[in-house]
């Protein structure tokens, strides 16, 4: 598809070696195009590490217009774990199979329902609190970390890191994107910077980024076995004793600093709802960037400048959305027509 012209050349660039980047290398690999991934840090060093990994397709939360997309995903999520973990040799398990989400009806909480979190979850205290139950995993991002970017080189990709974009310049046949090492010729650039796409270089989409702190606490595995969200506070178990906690939402820019104070107010709300679990002296904690929209959406297409796309912006929902991402923009990118209208994700829209 690219035209060489000296220097190397490839079909695909993808700026950005975060779950969205990598995971859509990897469709492209599958589908028979050379791909580079250009990472400027570690790939999955960002958002996708600092992430949950709750693949949350029904939070309340969520804007409805997300849904099509999430449903979509949740369900390409086992033969995209099985696609990483074949090709990586890393084994990358749900570790939670449900979510206990809080709810304002007092109707949904029953008998059986008070039952059932008993055997899920003898030791959350519940105590003015009505749940209702999501089938929906949770994964730890440290694992995809390991295995993702493995994948994508046993797939015959390329992944530069330590390797910023420079700048891109549409050619009539495609792209020439420039590092600070080299010129590259491909057919197409894709965006995929998460909270830094909107950098004016690759387009000046209005992306912002969103902090999230988190943290780690102990918990006897059987004492929770499903994720637990309710306002301001999710507990995340990873069935080997660590119970993550999240997240902060804060607009302070590209400032991935930790506060004391925010993971105190983290741990105190998430010890009322159980108790049993147990700050370590020295609690892991860190802080990741999401990639905020105006409206909430990912953005998803090509961009105004030919031969670009981008697939960014998707806030909350990296981890879940990355397979449907992966998918959609392969079959735009090559002309099909995507599973899911992407009408309402167009960067056209700004
Ligand atoms: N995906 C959970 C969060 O953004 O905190």
């Not at 790939?43 to 309340?60: C, E, R």
């Not at 033969?79 to 990483?84: G, H």
């Not at 080189?153 to 009539?172: C, I, K, P």
């Not at 959609?328 to 027509?337: I, N, P, V, Y």
């Amino acid at each position: 598809m690219a035209k060489p012209s000296g220097g190397h050349a490839t079909d695909i660039v993808i700026a950005g070696g975060g779950i969205i980047g990598l995971s859509l290398a990897l469709e492209l690999r599958q589908r028979g195009l050379s791909v580079a991934v250009l990472e400027r840090h570690r790939a999955m060093s960002s958002a996708s590490w600092a992430a949950g990994g709750m693949l949350a397709v029904n939070d309340p939360q969520n804007p409805l217009e997300l849904l099509p997309l999430a449903i979509l995903s949740w369900a390409l999520y086992p033969s995209y774990l099985d696609r990483i973990e074949l090709l990586s040799g890393r084994h990358v398990p749900l570790r939670t199979q449900w979510t206990l989400q809080q709810v304002q009806s007092e109707r949904v909480s029953t008998d059986a329902l008070a039952a059932e979190i008993a055997e899920f979850a003898p030791g959350l205290d519940a105590t003015g609190h009505s749940f209702k139950w999501l089938e929906e995993g949770s994964l730890d991002p440290n694992d995809l970390r390991e295995a993702l970017p493995e994948a994508l080189r046993a797939a015959g990709g390329m992944l530069v890191e330590e390797t910023a974009v420079v700048g891109v310049e549409s050619t009539a046949h495609g792209v020439l994107v420039e590092t600070q090492r080299e010129r590259i010729a491909a057919g197409m650039f894709v965006n995929c910077c998460g909270a830094w796409a909107g950098e004016p270089r690759l387009g000046g989409l209005p992306v912002v980024p969103v902090k999230g702190q988190m943290a780690n606490l102990r918990c006897p595995p059987e004492r929770l076995r499903c994720v637990v969200r309710v306002p301001g506070i999710y507990l995340i178990p990873r069935g080997d004793s660590r119970v993550t906690i999240g997240a902060t939402l804060e607009h302070v820019g590209f400032d991935e600093t930790v506060q004391e104070s925010s993971i105190k107010q983290m741990i105190d709300a998430a010890l009322r709802l159980l108790p049993e679990a147990t700050a370590p002296m020295q609690v892991e904690s860190w802080a990741g960037l999401r990639p905020g929209t105006p409206d909430g959406l990912p953005i998803l297409g090509a961009a105004g400048t030919k031969h670009c796309w981008h697939a960014t912006g998707h806030y909350r929902d990296g981890i879940l959305l990355a397979p449907v991402t992966a998918r959609l923009m392969a079959q735009s990118m090559l002309g099909e027509f995507p599973d899911v209208p992407l009408d309402a994700f167009t960067p056209a829209r700004f």
